[in-house]
């Protein structure tokens, strides 16, 4: 028997898709029941319900007084297994990528936005120079070069014993050692190549799904399982130029991250074979005879046309958002890296070719490599802050973080993130190896690094005293925010005793977090200084050619003891991040909740697809995007019910991009519920061509409607700041009252706590703009079946989901997650 047509406000088919935030939680909690079913998905990302909740739609009438809960649950894609951990090192890969995306919204200016893409992918190319040259250096230079020539260095490791001068061995001319040594950057290469291929093998290979309920055409009318065709949305609510997170492609980066592995693995290999070559090449430069001298010749022109095609290949083609480009450059990504790895062959077998005369002393040449690629990034990020500002100036917006420079910002500092993890690198290896004599300062086993690591070395400590004032500024601004909050805080509670210490707890909760918002004044200080200080260490190695305290040898006494101590203190420190960032990644490989820790740090970072580097950490997003699209589409066109999707912190974001790319016509049906939410106050002020004023704008009128719930004690989540328009409501409620109580009442008898980002659901507000969404959604569709209207399911849908319901059972413990 069928069921009576349901009052659209109050039953029916209703869905609320629940999608948390960063951290991740586990679908009993997000669900509040032990007993929960895996609807669809696999272990990383899945689709839950409980138990009882599995066959909802063959039985509306239960479900009369709110909508059916089903959680999304996507922590394992960040957070999953303890490699993850491991991705804790390409954090300055990470960084890079997400300045691509944060180019500043624009009017036209197509040439500007094109070359703003060109330079963050040549910055991003450096920085895999840079972590390749440090190894070179840490392998080649230190160890097979200086300390292996070096009977002092030897005589205190024996393990380097057989590549000693001393012994007369096969691998005792220096360029058999650093042909040897070249295993170690190679092999670095390699495996930044294997994961980067993996993960895109998982992730950018996998084409989003394609079919009629992705569609914006409507489904036939009358067909079998199909419902009728739903109205055309009105014209207030279609949007006449996509969003980019709608376009077909944007989560399809297939052929962009190939091209670019291939030519960052390319530049590696390069990298290795042009140390090699020049070692040789320079010894060679002395002997009398010619010929002696044409093979490094030969060798150095080819290594320069492959650097030419390698940058030829990261400038030329940016991303295909428009449509899926299902092209793969295959020639390329296969002969470009094929061909470096020829070269670096062809680089061993010339460096091992025997040279009994040659004698390895002082360093080897990296010095001016070190500062030339130090230069090339400073003029980068000037170059990418002059097209910033460029792009800002045609359309400029107040909420835009740091006037659109913050793409230049946070390229600057993934430049600082790397120097300091490849410098730390080097001056731990250096020191270790030249026991107690300070390396570059003479006297010891072993010259040293070069310079210009010493000079950045020294420069953190005076980086670190600048970072200092804002930091003081800021924690003196937040003491007298809490003060003056005080009485704006009693004065809401009214009509309860006031407790100083309560009131103080509520006044410093929303002034921290505040905080958030004065992170683009913060993030310029730093980005800038670190600018100014890489240009004056860029300098200071140039001009004096010596470590800094040995260039201050001679001048006041104060000069000379400040540089000692930076140096000294520089070094220490360098050192000390390195191995905070080892021991850190270590305790999250083996602990799941520093995992965790870790991969909300990733649920920021790598919401963005790779389009910069593509050896940074892989973008979930291109996974979870289309699950939740594919879930929401198919759900709407079988059922034609009413859908809320409910997003929290970061899975708002997912859930905003989600709506972006499903069909006009679904985006009618759905509503938006989102808390605790950064999709303004983080996303739109950094992110401004994808998130800004005008793309949220768009998204309000795209939906059926939207409601935002915030609080001032929140230091993620914020408004999105839509105004009412029309018959369409502010989308804002807030700021909501956290705590709930101020002390104890009869509702509430024991103290509330300060919530901040979390336990939005427990505010009566969240269930009451729950069911106002629902009731503003258009009623269920009526499907045909033998030519009869029925609301809900048809029986092919209902044999449907009876089938998904025993393939759910059928699957065991696999299947269920639960308490």
């Known amino acids: 028997m069928l069921p009576d047509t349901p009052d659209p406000r109050s039953g029916g088919a209703a869905l609320e898709l629940l999608i948390h935030g960063v951290g991740g939680t586990t679908p009993q909690t997000m669900l509040d029941d032990a007993r929960t ?15 009882e909740d599995v066959d909802a739609e063959l039985h509306p009438e239960r479900y009369r007084d709110g909508p059916v809960p089903e959680a999304y649950c996507w922590s394992n894609l960040t957070s999953g297994n303890g490699s993850r951990a491991l991705w804790l090192l390409l954090l300055p890969f990470m960084v890079v990528n997400l300045a691509h995306w944060m180019r500043p919204a624009t009017k036209g200016l197509g040439r500007s936005q094109r070359l703003y893409g060109v330079l963050v992918r040549l910055v991003a190319l450096t920085l895999t120079v840079l972590l390749t040259a440090a190894a070179c250096e840490v392998a080649l230079d230190l160890t097979a070069w200086q300390c292996a020539g070096s009977a002092r260095c030897v005589a205190d490791r024996s393990w380097l014993g057989f590549l000693s001068p001393e012994r007369h061995g096969w691998w005792s001319q220096p360029g058999r050692r650093l042909a040897l040594a070249s295993v170690v950057p190679t092999g670095l290469v390699g ?53 980019a997170l709608g376009r077909p492609g944007f989560w399809y980066g297939r052929r962009l991250v190939a091209r ?46 492959c650097a030419a095609v390698v940058l030829r290949v990261v400038c030329s083609r940016g991303r295909s958002e428009r449509k899926r480009d299902g092209t793969l450059d295959q020639a390329l990504i296969t002969w470009l890296p094929a061909a470096a790895l020829a070269l670096l062959g062809l680089a061993v077998v010339f460096a091992a070719w025997s040279r009994p005369g040659w004698v390895s002393t002082g360093a080897l040449a990296g010095e001016v490599s070190f500062r030339l690629l130090a230069l090339a990034q400073v003029t980068l990020i000037v170059a990418l802050t002059g097209t910033a500002h460029l792009l800002h100036r045609r359309a400029p917006h107040p909420r835009t973080a740091m006037r659109g420079l913050g793409g230049p910002a946070v390229a600057m500092l993934a430049c600082a993130l790397a120097g300091v993890m490849t410098g730390g690198v080097a001056q731990r290896v250096a020191d270790w190896l030249d026991g107690d004599a300070t390396p570059g300062m003479g006297g010891g086993a072993i010259a040293g690094p070069p310079t210009l690591l010493s000079w950045q070395a020294a ?32 004065a809401e509670y009214g009509g309860t005793a006031a407790d100083s210490v309560r009131t103080r707890q509520i006044a410093g909760a929303r002034a921290r977090a505040a905080l958030t918002d004065a992170a683009p004044r913060l993030v310029g200080i730093l980005s800038g200084a670190a600018l100014l200080l890489g240009a004056a260490a860029v300098a200071g190695a140039w001009l004096s050619g010596e470590v800094p305290g040995q260039a201050a040898e001679g001048t006041d006494s104060f000069v000379e003891s400040v540089a000692d101590t930076a140096q000294a203190l520089g070094s220490w420190l360098i050192g000390l991040g390195f191995i905070l960032f080892v021991t850190w990644g270590r305790r999250a490989y083996r602990d799941a909740s520093a995992r965790r820790t870790i991969g909300i740090l990733w649920d920021v970072g790598t919401f963005w697809p790779r389009a910069a580097h593509p050896f940074a950490p892989p973008c979930y997003a291109e996974r979870a995007v289309p699950d939740l699209t594919w879930r929401i589409a198919t759900w709407v066109r079988r059922t034609g019910g009413r859908l809320v999707i409910s997003g929290h912190s970061q899975g708002s974001v997912l859930a905003a991009a989600a709506v972006w790319q499903l069909p006009a016509a679904t985006r009618h049906r759905v509503a938006l519920l989102t808390y605790g939410s950064p999709l303004e106050r983080l996303y739109g002020r950094w992110f401004p061509a994808y998130f800004g004023a005008g793309p949220l704008r768009d998204l309000n009128g795209e939906v059926r409607c939207w409601r935002n719930l915030w609080r001032a004690t929140d230091p993620i989540g914020g408004p999105v700041r839509i105004p009412a328009d029309g018959d369409r409501p502010e989308v804002d409620r807030g700021p909501l009252g956290d705590p709930l109580a101020y002390g104890r009442t009869a509702s509430h008898p024991l103290p509330e706590p300060v919530l901040g980002h979390s336990g939005y659901q427990a505010d009566p507000a969240f269930a009451e703009e729950r069911a106002a969404l629902l009731d503003r959604l258009p009623p269920p569709l009526p499907q045909q079946q033998n030519g009869r209207p029925r609301i809900g399911r048809t029986a092919d849908s209902d044999s449907a989901a009876d089938s998904d319901s025993d393939s759910s059972r059928s699957q065991g413990s696999s299947g269920r997650s639960s308490g």
């Open 37 to 51: 079913v895996r609807i669809t998905g696999d272990e990383t990302a899945a689709v839950y319900r409980r138990a």
């Open 191 to 243: 495996l930044l190549w294997y994961l980067s291929n993996r993960t895109w093998s998982a992730y950018e290979a996998q084409r989003p799904p394609v079919d009629d309920h992705t569609r914006d055409d409507p489904a036939e009318p009358g067909r079998a399982g199909g419902t009728p065709p739903e109205p055309a949305p009105p014209a207030a609510v279609r949007s006449t130029v996509r969003a």
């Open 260 to 305: 670019l592995r291939a030519a960052h693995t390319a530049a590696g290999f390069l990298t290795v074979a042009a140390t090699l070559t020049t070692a040789a090449a320079d010894h060679d430069r002395g002997a009398h005879s010619v010929m002696t001298q044409i093979p490094g010749l030969l060798l150095r022109a080819a290594l320069t046309v």
């Open 459 to 490: 420069v953190i400590p005076v980086l670190l005293v600048l970072l200092l004032i804002p930091l003081t500024v800021l924690a003196v601004r937040t003491v007298r925010t809490t003060r003056e909050l005080g009485p704006v805080v009693e």
